[in-house]
């Protein structure tokens, strides 16, 4: 917990206003709330096992011990949230998807699936407590970012080229195209919305899109054999390559679009 609060939680997104949230309210929710706690623990042992490659294995160990704890609390957490319980559960449930990425059993593209349904059922009970968590410790956290710098020319790229394979495949009449278009789509809306609301634009992208995403699509991810399917993924995996680049938790992550 003391490298949680001197180190650990200096890393996460956002703006030093934020990570002070992250580093005081965040641990006092975490003292009524054990399964925040373990997801703390869970992301100070990922930490730890990053700065510290000697000990690697012995941190991750530590990690893992802790995640399994925390999704266990979380998930019970879930089936009753409410005013009391969701800024903890908000918050472990981001510390949860946070060390999916940092520790996960392998960095290919089925465990990416996985990671993806991960989220997806985090974000569907969520969604309906935000009211609760804008009159909360936390709501710096999830509130829009004003007063945003120029974001970055390579994501502004990255943008022009969703658009362009949103174009071409609308274009296309194959079997499956339209669910595709519709990806394509949600994955323009999700960077446009993360340029405009935040100085971590890759990141919540890449939380975003699987979100969003209709079940059929995510049907065709897991076999992967249309070519515009994974054209698609492959934007996709870019941008978390980039964000990679920015937080110690997706480093492992880099190079991932060479599997496809």
């Not at 990425?101 to 993806?116: G, S």
């Not at 949600?186 to 975003?208: D, F, G, K, N, V």
């Amino acid at each position: 917990m003391h490298h949680y609060t001197s180190h650990a939680c200096q890393t996460l997104p956002g703006s030093e206003e934020i990570r002070q949230v992250w580093g005081f309210a965040v641990p006092q929710e975490a003292f009524k709330f054990d399964f925040l706690l373990h997801s703390i623990l869970a992301f100070s042992s990922n930490h730890l096992a990053y700065i510290n490659p000697s000990r690697a294995t012995y941190f991750r160990l530590a990690a893992s011990a802790h995640q399994s704890v925390a999704l266990t609390g979380l998930n019970k957490a879930i089936t009753d949230i409410g005013p009391l319980n969701c800024h903890a559960t908000f918050a472990s449930a981001s510390l949860v998807v946070m060390n999916a990425f940092a520790d996960a059993r392998a960095y290919n593209l089925d465990v990416l699936m996985e990671t993806f349904h991960l989220v997806r059922g985090i974000h569907v009970v969520m969604k309906d407590v935000t009211h609760m968590l804008l009159r909360g410790p936390l709501a710096l956290i999830i509130k829009p970012v004003e007063d945003l710098p120029k974001p970055p020319s390579l994501l502004s790229a990255f943008l022009v080229e969703i658009q362009a394979l949103g174009y071409s495949a609308s274009m296309d009449s194959s079997q499956g195209s339209p669910v595709i278009v519709e990806a394509v789509e949600q994955l323009r809306i999700a960077l446009q919305y993360a340029l405009e609301t935040t100085s971590h634009p890759a990141l919540r992208t890449i939380m975003i899109w699987p979100i969003t995403l209709k079940t059929e699509f995510l049907e065709a991810l897991k076999v992967r054999d249309h070519p515009e399917v994974r054209t698609l993924l492959k934007h996709y995996c870019k941008l978390l390559e980039y964000a990679s680049s920015q937080f110690w938790f997706l480093s492992r992550w880099r190079g991932i679009s060479e599997q496809l």
